[in-house]
């Protein structure tokens, strides 16, 4: 069973490619049903698998969610991390959480995407020659695969 409808994803979508349009960074959304191991460990196998520790200013952002185990992390690579306050991350998850707790994943996981984005605006602005280095689309994955 797929994790969203069409119409969720492309809301999904959507909200990475307004955020990504304001600044130089990339935000990817890797989704699973189920959490091999720990949320942090996984999203960082993500991060690495869709070529998010490439980007030319280190400035990916990564929401990963494990959609039946109820768990999900947030990666940023070292040039975003390097630069937003310590309890960036905890505060983005928490904005996360409080939707997911009421059961709307779309809506939290979109919170999620348009704060990452407000901080890589803020430090990563958008430059005339910006290119979009990554998809925007959603990675599944099936829980299986390391």
Avoid at 90 to 111: A, N, P, S, W, Y
Wanted: proline fraction near 3%.
């Amino acid at each position: 069973m797929q994790a969203f409808t069409e119409e969720q994803q492309e809301k999904i979508v959507h909200a990475i490619q307004l955020a990504e349009g304001r600044t130089s960074g990339e935000i990817r959304l890797a989704v699973e049903p189920h959490c091999k191991g720990e949320p942090m460990d996984r999203a960082a196998v993500y991060f690495r698998r869709l070529g998010m520790d490439k980007t030319a200013q280190r400035n990916g952002v990564l929401i990963y969610i494990a959609t039946d185990d109820h768990q999900f992390a947030i990666v940023g690579d070292a040039g975003i991390h390097a630069k937003v306050s310590p309890d960036f991350w905890e505060e983005t998850k928490e904005l996360m959480l409080r939707h997911f707790k009421q059961g709307d994943l779309v809506q939290g996981l979109i919170e999620g995407i348009v704060h990452a984005g407000e901080q890589l605006q803020r430090f990563f602005p958008r430059q005339d020659d910006d290119v979009n280095e990554l998809p925007n689309d959603i990675a599944f994955g099936d829980g299986k695969n390391d």
